[in-house]
């Protein structure tokens, strides 16, 4: 069953064709890849996905429901959580003020309680909060100052904080840019722990190979914003259009 479905999604910046007749199913509990060159649109397609842009032509339906013309945060309420290339946390607050940031949210959308139940609902809050981080294998750095860590750690700390809004589908644009290789196979150990152990469906924009290969169940290639394949890893691997792709010549 599918949880998105993109279809005929086209946008242009100008006379710049980003997304040309973008069709894309992606299978419920599956990791799926989107990898292409630079300019390829993958960005392009995610910011679609989450609201921050609107595209010129097609649809959008998560699990039924349109995501066109909703505000990003309505987007984020529906359960589509997104990662970005450089980890979006708050580098002035502890690791333990990060992650009650999202668990408070995802209890408190109105942000209006009265006294006592804010007091009480704090305590949940703060017990949400360390068993994140304890699924992150983060709790002994509870109260490290998060602009102090490693570019692998603030990468696991944004990723719970995603993970506390509960979201069914979980977008990672280059998750492991410009990690070192250690940070980068524990992200990757990370990712597929949460796929196996979570009712999660996950979408991975990532030019390390070896990432998309360790992870991803199904693969989209994307050139010049257009698909040009879909296929399992397997069958990805040395197909002609993919070598066009990235190569600029077909293999022989």
Known sequence: MSILEVENIGKRFGGLKALDNVNLSIKEGTVHALIGPNGAGKSTLLNVL????????????????????????????????????????????????????????????????????????????????????????????????????????????????????????????????GMARADTNNTIDLLRQISEERDITIVIIEHDMHVVFSLAQRITVLAQGTPLVEDTPDNIKGHPKVREAYLGETAV
Do not use: W
């Open 50 to 177: 989450v609201g921050k842009l609107v595209p010129d032509t097609g649809s959008v339906m998560f699990d039924g429901q349109s995501v066109l013309g909703r505000a990003p945060h309505e987007i984020n309420q529906m359960g589509i959580s997104r990662v970005f290339q450089t980890p979006e946390i708050f580098g002035d607050l502890s690791v333990m003020e990060n992650m009650m940031i999202p668990c408070f949210a995802k209890r408190d959308g109105s942000f209006r309680m009265h006294a006592l139940e804010r007091m009480m609902d704090e305590k949940q809050i703060v017990a949400s909060a360390e068993e994140m981080l304890v699924e992150m294998n983060m709790i002994d750095k509870r109260e490290m100052h998060a602009a102090a860590m490693s570019r692998g750690d603030k990468r696991r700390l944004e990723i719970g904080m995603c993970l506390a809004q509960q979201p069914r589908l979980l977008l990672l644009d280059e998750p492991t840019a």
